[in-house]
């Protein structure tokens, strides 16, 4: 139980849900507790009431994207300062300088990072 209590916190928000569950799976299999959203309503819900410790969102997504979920998040006393990665398909440089003015600890273009450099990634930004 204890344990459990000290394992890092990871939202996942990615409508692709082929790709969350391998996230999944890797963040579990490296030791991190992780919660899903396939939104960014339902990701900002869960990012409020569990206060991860990083979240790993997805820009393009239905009902809300990842780049108003992002703004919306620093709108919250606590979600001001919630470490987030960005993951999207999307090299549109205005999309990356959103990323930057919402003060996102990085911008990975999905096709360019493996699954397991994306955990490699996480562990380091947390250790920081």
């Given at each position: 139980?204890?344990?459990e209590q000290n394992k890092k916190k990871v939202l996942v928000v990615d409508d692709d849900d082929n790709l969350?569950?391998?996230l999944t799976d890797k963040l579990k299999?490296?030791?991190f507790e992780v919660i899903n959203a396939s939104n960014g309503e339902e990701g900002l819900e869960k990012a409020l009431a569990h206060h991860p410790d990083i979240i790993l969102?997805?820009?393009m997504m239905p009902i809300m994207n990842g780049q108003v979920m992002l703004s919306k998040l620093r709108e919250d006393e606590w979600g001001e300062k919630a470490k987030v990665i960005m993951l999207s398909v999307i090299e549109d440089s205005e999309v990356i300088a959103q990323a930057v003015v919402d003060r996102s600890l990085a911008y990975f273009i999905?096709?360019?990072q493996s699954m397991?450099?994306?955990v490699k990634r996480v562990k380091a930004m947390l250790e920081d």
């Open positions: 139980m204890e344990e969350r569950r391998v299999a490296s030791g969102l997805d820009v999905k096709t360019d397991d450099d994306i």
